[in-house]
């Protein structure tokens, strides 16, 4: 509640006279009237200077987004993304979704902004804008531990082969000669596929299959071989969206300033590599 300088006036007032009273009071009604405007004004005004930004994600890609035990958000693109919206003044709001259906939302406007481990690639720059690469990454082969027929990508021919629908992984495992190839709606449920028994490999994203064999979350399984890629991830926005500029400057901030740093130690570790400013 707003005590208006009116009622303060007329309080100190009782025992004066009526005509002084009446002076006090309408005098400060007027200037108080005029304050109040002017504060409902300027708290209008920064209200609608902070923007909202409707970013979608996919959380079911630890240690880059997944829900935690409390069943919020989390992971590390959950912290980068907060934290750029901090940076640059926007409020963001993520928003669930499978990750096929990411870059149609974008199309159809449904969201601002997208982070998910989407590697940037030629393919997609056809259809949305990407930030600067905020991950280096790759594409690694996962087997049973007590596999010792795959080494390598060559060792794949004719294998059944699960990988998470729409991802780089799914591109690289339908070049492979002869492959079965299953797909899932997440990385993790291509994983526990592969630790069934059920399938000979799994191509995905390494950081995220790493995690999931340190973290002990799915038991039995091994990386073998050497990256098979070198990849980026960016956040993904509309074709020329004006927020490509606010996230790069964002990213350019906390990459300057030490946060992203903190914030990538928090999730591996370690100190983050140097990035390009392209990912091409």
């Given at each position: 509640m707003i005590i208006k300088r009116s009622v303060f006036l007329r309080n100190i007032a009782l025992g004066m006279s009526a005509s002084l009273v009446l002076a006090a009071c309408?005098?400060?009604?007027?200037?108080?009237?005029?304050?109040?405007?002017?504060?409902?004004?300027?708290?209008?005004?920064?209200?609608?200077?902070?923007?909202?930004?409707?970013?979608?994600?996919?959380?079911?890609?630890?240690?880059?987004?997944?829900?935690?035990?409390?069943?919020?958000?989390?992971?590390?693109?959950?912290?980068?993304?907060?934290?750029?919206?901090?940076?640059?003044?926007?409020?963001?709001?993520?928003?669930?979704?499978?990750?096929?259906?990411?870059?149609?939302?974008?199309?159809?406007?449904?969201?601002?902004?997208?982070?998910?481990?989407?590697?940037?690639?030629?393919?997609?720059?056809?259809?949305?804008?990407?930030?600067?690469?905020?991950?280096?990454?790759?594409?690694?082969?996962?087997?049973?531990?007590?596999?010792?027929?795959?080494?390598?990508?060559?060792?794949?021919?004719?294998?059944?082969?699960?990988?998470?629908?729409?991802?780089?992984g799914a591109d690289q495992a339908a070049e492979i000669p002869g492959a079965e190839i299953s797909t899932f709606d997440s990385a993790p449920l291509a994983l526990q596929e592969l630790a069934n028994g059920n399938v000979d490999a799994v191509i995905n994203d390494a950081p995220v299959t790493l995690d999931a064999i340190a973290s002990g979350n799915i038991d039995g399984l091994k990386v073998v071989g050497e990256l098979l890629t070198t990849e980026f991830y960016g956040i993904a926005m509309p074709k020329d969206s004006e927020n490509v500029e606010v996230v790069n400057d964002a990213i350019m901030t906390m990459m300057e300033d030490g946060t992203y740093a903190e914030i990538y130690q928090k999730w591996f570790g370690e100190e983050p590599p140097e990035l390009p400013e392209s990912a091409f």
């Amino acid at each position: 509640m707003i005590i208006k300088r009116s009622v303060f006036l007329r309080n100190i007032a009782l025992g004066m006279s009526a005509s002084l009273v009446l002076a006090a009071c309408g005098g400060a009604d007027t200037a108080d009237t005029a304050e109040g405007e002017a504060t409902t004004d300027e708290a209008a005004t920064t209200e609608e200077t902070v923007g909202v930004l409707k970013v979608a994600t996919e959380p079911a890609f630890p240690p880059f987004e997944f829900q935690n035990d409390d069943g919020e958000l989390d992971g590390f693109d959950i912290d980068l993304m907060t934290a750029i919206g901090e940076t640059a003044g926007l409020e963001v709001q993520f928003e669930s979704l499978p990750f096929d259906g990411i870059i149609p939302a974008l199309q159809a406007g449904t969201v601002d902004a997208a982070i998910s481990g989407m590697t940037i690639t030629e393919e997609r720059l056809q259809t949305v804008d990407f930030s600067r690469p905020y991950i280096k990454a790759g594409l690694a082969i996962a087997v049973q531990t007590d596999n010792a027929e795959v080494a390598g990508l060559d060792d794949l021919e004719d294998k059944k082969i699960a990988v998470q629908i729409g991802t780089t992984g799914a591109d690289q495992a339908a070049e492979i000669p002869g492959a079965e190839i299953s797909t899932f709606d997440s990385a993790p449920l291509a994983l526990q596929e592969l630790a069934n028994g059920n399938v000979d490999a799994v191509i995905n994203d390494a950081p995220v299959t790493l995690d999931a064999i340190a973290s002990g979350n799915i038991d039995g399984l091994k990386v073998v071989g050497e990256l098979l890629t070198t990849e980026f991830y960016g956040i993904a926005m509309p074709k020329d969206s004006e927020n490509v500029e606010v996230v790069n400057d964002a990213i350019m901030t906390m990459m300057e300033d030490g946060t992203y740093a903190e914030i990538y130690q928090k999730w591996f570790g370690e100190e983050p590599p140097e990035l390009p400013e392209s990912a091409f």
